[in-house]
């Protein structure tokens, strides 16, 4: 199928005319917070939260290795608690940019300084109530005592990682209200002091776990050798996760075949826009992401289209990703899950447009699964590498020698001249 076509039909999917609406704007998070201390002062009891329900938890990165170490309840809507976790179920229901300020606004934070040390043989008081959440395949209920009333705003972050967090209050303490059911496979590796962090990790994903669970795992440090379990700030272990699983991933597609031709995939979802081209040759992986001018990452509306590019070889990196942070890992997840189920590898290049539409940090979720989601239904093809990289940039804010200067793939440094015959 030409590119043209394919961008025919994407246009007048049924999915495509859900996404864009669920992408308008809206300031009304301040009238928000207010409903939520409305409902805080209905639902707390003296100083407690009686018969909450915790999907999940949180941990800070400030002051690390003494960080704030929370437990997350959707105050006065326990009855729908799964909904406010972060999931692969938020795209496939297409929420808004809205819809995450609100549902991540509607979760009282409630936290204490914690050292992320020593804490393998943490099952007791607060921390042994925050690792039952985090180890518990459905929301579980507690009590929690406050010292005090929460802080009613919320915190976007520095990065588009994580999602954005809410109110927050100091917990005075924190107990069970029922006994949290948790998977065989994770007591698996919960009782397995020997199995380091990376191998724990690798056997929830191959036992059906999703990244959204073992990074909350992770963050509670229920993973690991006995002696090396540390609490890990929540921004982290998302990162952390999407790598290791990424490498594993890697390491399975690397004697594959490769793919057979050149293929052109695109995604649209929450003013991003994601293209996804696979040609034949051995791994390779680089992500560019472009950042509209008015955008939340490139705010001044008078300034230029800002570019960001990581990559990697056949071995994969050694170093850091400087530039495009955990929108690499994401983004290089869903490209590896595809190539693993087709049993095949390929060279990856994915070009990520931030439109002004994106007016606020959604998360690092919506790239993984605006990439995951690229590879289904109908995609393009084109001749050569090049050729495609020349025809996807007729419909990207920046020209072919912009692209190039900053994308080492389609600068032609890494491709062979079989793509340019």
């Known amino acids: ?85 972060t999931s692969a179920g938020w795209y496939e229901e297409g929420v808004s940019i809205e819809d995450v300020f609100r549902r991540r606004t509607s979760l009282l934070n409630s936290n204490r300084p914690t050292e992320v040390q020593n804490v393998n043989d943490a099952w007791d008081g607060f921390l042994g109530v925050q690792r039952e959440v985090a180890i518990a395949d459905r929301p579980v209920s507690v009590e929690i005592g406050l010292d005090g009333r929460p802080d009613v705003d919320f915190d976007v972050g520095r990065d588009d990682i994580a999602t954005p967090t809410g109110p927050r209050a100091r917990a005075r303490s924190a107990d069970l209200a029922e006994n949290p059911h948790v998977p065989r496979p994770v007591q698996k590796t919960l009782e397995d002091d020997d199995w380091n962090a990376q191998g724990a990790m690798n056997y929830l994903y191959r036992r059906g776990f999703d990244v959204y669970d073992i990074n909350t795992i992770l ?137 002004d539409d ?26 050569t590498f090049a050729a495609a990289v020349r025809q996807v940039t007729e419909y990207l804010p920046v020209s072919t020698n912009d692209l190039r200067r900053k994308s080492t793939m389609a600068s032609g440094l890494q491709t062979s001249l079989g793509d340019y015959s």
């Open 219 to 355: 963050s509670a440090g229920a993973l690991g050798q006995g002696e090396n379990r540390r609490l890990v700030p929540t921004r982290w272990s998302i990162t952390a996760v999407d790598d290791t699983i990424g490498q594993f991933l890697r390491g399975r597609i690397r004697t594959n075949p490769s793919v057979d031709g050149v293929e052109i995939h695109r995604n649209e979802f929450l003013g991003n826009a994601f293209w996804v081209i696979l040609a034949p040759g051995d791994w390779e992986f680089e992500l560019v992401e472009m950042k509209a001018p008015g955008s939340v990452w490139n705010p001044d509306p008078e300034a230029g289209m800002w570019l960001a590019a990581d990559g990697e070889g056949f071995e994969g990196r050694t170093g850091y990703v400087e530039e495009t942070a955990g929108a690499y890992h994401a983004s290089r997840l869903g490209a590896l899950e595809y190539l693993d189920r087709r049993d095949r590898q390929a060279k990856v290049l994915v070009l990520r447009h931030v439109s």
């Open 1 to 85: 199928m030409r590119l043209d076509e394919y961008m025919d039909i994407a246009a007048e999917s049924e999915r495509a005319k859900r996404r864009r609406l669920a992408q308008e704007k809206s300031y009304d998070i301040l009238e928000h917070l207010e409903d939520f201390q409305h409902r805080f002062e209905e639902t707390v009891q003296g100083d407690s939260l009686f018969g909450s329900v915790s999907p999940s938890i949180f941990v800070g990165a400030s002051n690390y290795p003494n960080v704030s170490t929370g437990i997350l309840s959707p105050v006065g809507r326990e009855d729908d608690a799964a909904r406010y976790e």
């Open 358 to 383: 994106y007016w606020g940090p959604a998360g690092v979720w919506q790239v993984r699964e605006s990439v995951r989601d690229a590879f289904e239904g109908e995609s393009a093809t084109a001749e």
